[in-house]
């Protein structure tokens, strides 16, 4: 008996939420859509760029936009996107035909600018989550196939980096600049390669991961390797940053392990190493502008 009654009520009630929806289904479409112009209005209306030049403000950056167009469902397209240093003067940091962003939706139902940028910069794809926290910037980040060659790391030392970045990590950047900000990434790499001025042939690394860390001004690089290449590479160490990048002092060491056929084919460009590649650790010191192998 009790549960022909349990049957009967639940029935019941589904027969009443069927009759709601059958006299109210047009108002509640309605009111749906009208719901998501309006959310789609509000974040086309959003104030991106103040919000790109509230959170690049706390690293010394800022921002100018050539046009602003909607980005469908929610969002919007900044078109000649320039980044530069906030000094006068200021050197262009980055520059691209296209920005999409979007706000972050905990941060925009919490009221504070947050916003989600996603870009096509230096061959990949990079995404990045900024909201306002304790009087700084939180930064999320991603990125994926970014171009080592388009980066130009080394062509200050006569060097050619090839190969794919990928990578994720967080930061927290606040007005006092880099000695107050911290963060921490991890990052792979794929088909890495340094090239040397000729006539040394090019080296491969393959495959590559490692941890970065940043605290107090001081870059914290652990278990960083590779393999699949030419050398096998293990590093650790620190960098300790300067106003000017060049004069910001590493202390890293490091090993080097070649093939048997690499060190054949790499024997001149190896000889100029102080102690024969192996086990025995070697030691990079000096400033990133006048490094020095120990």
Do not use: C
């Amino acid at each position: 008996m009790w549960t022909w009654s349990a049957w009967r009520w639940r029935a019941m009630a589904d027969s009443r939420a069927r009759g709601f929806w059958r006299a109210h289904r047009v108002k509640i479409v309605y009111t749906l859509a009208g719901l998501l112009l309006f959310l789609a209005f509000i974040v086309a209306w959003f104030p991106y760029p103040e919000a790109l030049s509230d959170a690049l403000a706390p690293m010394g950056y800022k921002i100018s936009i050539g046009s602003q167009g909607y980005r469908f469902p929610f969002g919007t397209a900044l078109h000649d996107v320039t980044i530069t240093s906030a000094a006068t003067p200021g050197p262009v940091i980055l520059t691209s035909t296209r920005v999409v962003v979007a706000p972050s939706f905990i941060s925009f139902l919490l009221f504070h600018p947050g916003i989600r940028v996603k870009a096509d910069l230096f061959g990949g794809v990079i995404d990045t989550t900024a909201r306002p926290n304790n009087g700084g910037t939180a930064l999320n980040f991603g990125f994926d196939g970014v171009q080592l060659e388009t980066l130009k790391l080394l062509t200050g030392y006569g060097l050619t980096a090839s190969g794919s970045l990928s990578g994720d990590g967080k930061a927290w950047l606040t007005q006092g600049g880099i000695n107050s900000a911290t963060g921490n990434a991890d990052l792979k790499a794929a088909d890495l390669k340094i090239a040397p001025p000729a006539p040394f042939p090019a080296v491969s690394l393959g495959q590559g991961e490692g941890s970065f860390a940043l605290a107090d001004g001081i870059v914290k690089i652990a278990n960083l390797e590779t393999h699949g290449g030419d050398i096998a590479l293990t590093a650790n160490g620190t960098i300790n940053l300067a106003d000017s990048p060049n004069d910001s002092t590493i202390d890293i060491e490091f090993t080097m392990i070649p093939t048997p056929d690499a060190a054949a084919r790499l024997g001149p460009l190896l000889a100029g190493l102080p102690h024969p590649p192996g086990p025995q650790p070697y030691h990079l010191r000096g400033t990133l502008a006048a490094p020095a192998i120990m």
